[in-house]
């Protein structure tokens, strides 16, 4: 088993939160897979003509998790763990973990984060209790937008790296990626046990200079108000969260994604040369 964590030195308070973080979180080994969207060369075999519009950040988030995939893949991990630089984890993180992978099957992705801004639908029809929480099923693919913290099979991996080069999906992308069928199975923890810093966003990072860098870094000097909006992105984060609801009715994501495409892991690959 292994963590990859999507995490670029060049912003330096969320790289060296995570680190720390993690330190004193988990006893996994584990693996910086960041990558800087805004130094990447834009060119054919990096970036699609569909993904030509993504900003900056969005390629570079897409491409960190393209890549913790294909390390997956590579290494002929049963399964591993992806976190982003902004995750707040809890105490017993490696316990719950060991429970998911109990229970991921082959082609699977499990969210432990998935805040939504309207009300998301789960079924709770052949849940998997983990400890306190259960694994439930969506009961639809637009519920799922959250690329924080998730344990992936890796079939699932090997698909996502073969399938997202050159990159054509946001890393949150998931209902594109299951119905091309890079993702055999889906589900979600609930309720989350994992919490966000309130660092801004690097997504929608601009360029040095811009008028919206100025302003960033104006608010970001006012101490007042730069508590006050963290806060306020704590507050909306919290309050997503709990835009949940639940049926006993069984989900159609239940069954195996006939769209599903077996991938060969690399390793696998190579000595098959």
């Known amino acids: 088993m292994k963590l990859f964590v999507v995490a670029v030195p060049r912003f330096s308070a969320r790289h060296k939160y995570i680190n720390q973080h993690l330190r004193e979180i988990s006893s996994l080994p584990t693996e910086i ?19 030509k519009g993504f900003s900056a950040g969005q390629m570079g988030c897409s491409l960190a998790h393209a890549s913790a995939c294909r390390r997956i893949c590579e290494l002929g991990l049963e399964w591993a763990v992806v976190v982003e630089d902004d995750v707040v984890l809890p105490k017993n993180f490696d316990e719950i973990i060991n429970i998911i992978a109990e229970h991921i099957r082959p082609g699977e992705l499990i969210s432990l984060y ?16 983990v400890q306190e929480m259960r694994l439930l099923y969506p009961m639809q693919l637009r519920s799922l937008r959250t690329t924080a913290v998730y344990v992936i099979h890796r079939d699932a991996a090997c698909a996502i790296a073969d399938g997202n080069k050159p990159v054509k999906y946001t890393a949150d992308d998931y209902r594109d990626m299951y119905t091309d069928g890079l993702i055999k199975f889906i589900r979600v923890l609930q309720p989350s046990p994992v919490r966000i810093k309130g660092f801004p966003s690097t997504i929608r990072h601009v360029r040095k200079g811009s008028l919206k860098t100025t302003a960033r870094t104006l608010v970001n000097s006012i101490p007042g108000l730069r508590t006050f909006m963290e806060f306020r992105r704590r507050w909306l984060r919290a309050k997503r969260l709990n835009n949940v609801e639940t049926t006993d009715e069984p989900s159609p994501l239940m069954r195996p994604n006939p769209a599903f495409r077996q991938c060969i892991p690399m390793e696998t690959r190579v000595s098959a040369l």
């Open 33 to 51: 897979v960041g990558v800087d969207g805004a130094n990447t060369p834009r060119t054919p075999d990096i970036i699609s003509e569909a993904a």
């Open 114 to 129: 998935n805040p939504t801004m309207k009300s998301a639908l789960y079924s709770t029809y052949g849940s998997t209790a």
